[in-house]
């Protein structure tokens, strides 16, 4: 989507602020104990009492309201029966509709104590996600964010999941420009436009190096391949020529 006038504006950055929100109060909710059910409830209430809708269900017809994905799971875990527990690294994941207009966002969270590695790790997922956000800018290439989320993972040691890529979003979930790479990628010569809306979800991980499904019935809870723990960290943003304007971020 590239955005065309104020109303459009105004519309993305009404149902964004709803999908960090929904974030942000789920992550206070976290806690030994709570089933990724019952959290994935909390967001789904957070979002309906405002008149809005799941995407993923919206969409997809996924099986839950919120993408929640525990430990080895790096993407799309659907909300269960599975309990929190102490130690543990969950990444919610929020996307929603409203009025027309979608709404992405997501982060992970450590479920105190954690051990010093995966605070490290969730530390330099937040980083790595601001760093790619500084490439946004009009006329600047998409080639830029993996280029520099690349470099930050290289030098850090860490691996990047390279089949889950960030994506166009606006007035669907996911449309043009597809497959944004957040890993360096030297086929990638798109440039941004004023006004275009997309994500940034860079996966830095401890080995993971592709996302694959675990068989099975569940058709939708990805994996790393191979199995390392991998933190995403996501906002929507669009291109202007004073740089970026993050639609998803909450105080």
Not at 35 to 50: F, M, N, S, Y
Not at 135 to 159: L, M
Not at 189 to 213: C, H, K, N
Request: hydrophobic share 40%; proline share 5%; net charge negative.
């Amino acid at each position: 989507m590239i955005i065309a006038n104020d109303d459009e504006l105004q519309g993305l950055k009404e149902i964004g602020r709803l999908c960090g929100l929904a974030v942000k109060i789920m992550a206070a909710s976290l806690e030994p104990g709570i089933t990724t059910r019952e959290l994935d409830q909390i967001g789904r209430k957070v979002l309906e009492d405002a008149g809005a809708q799941s995407a993923p269900e919206l969409c997809y017809k996924f099986p839950g309201a919120t993408c929640i994905s525990v430990n080895e799971e790096v993407a799309h875990g659907i909300p269960g029966d599975r309990v929190i527990q102490k130690g543990d690294l969950v990444n919610i994941d929020v996307s929603a509709e409203k009025n027309g207009f979608f709404g992405d966002t997501g982060a992970s969270f450590l479920v105190p104590p954690g051990k010093p590695k995966t605070e490290r790790l969730l530390r330099d997922g937040k980083r790595a996600l601001f760093l790619g956000i500084q490439q946004v800018k009009t006329g600047f290439p998409f080639a830029g964010i993996g280029r520099a989320v690349g470099a930050f993972a290289d030098s850090h040691r860490y691996t990047l999941i390279e089949n889950l890529a960030s994506h166009g979003i606006g007035r669907s979930l996911h449309e043009e420009p597809r497959e944004l790479s957040t890993w360096a990628d030297p086929d990638e010569t798109r440039i941004m436009v004023e006004g275009q809306v997309f994500t940034i979800e860079p996966f830095l991980s401890l080995g993971g190096q592709w996302a694959e499904d675990g068989g099975g019935d569940d058709q939708w809870t990805l994996y790393s391949e191979p199995r390392a723990l991998t933190v995403q960290f996501e906002h929507t943003v669009v291109a202007t020529k004073n740089g970026p304007l993050i639609l998803t971020m909450v105080e």
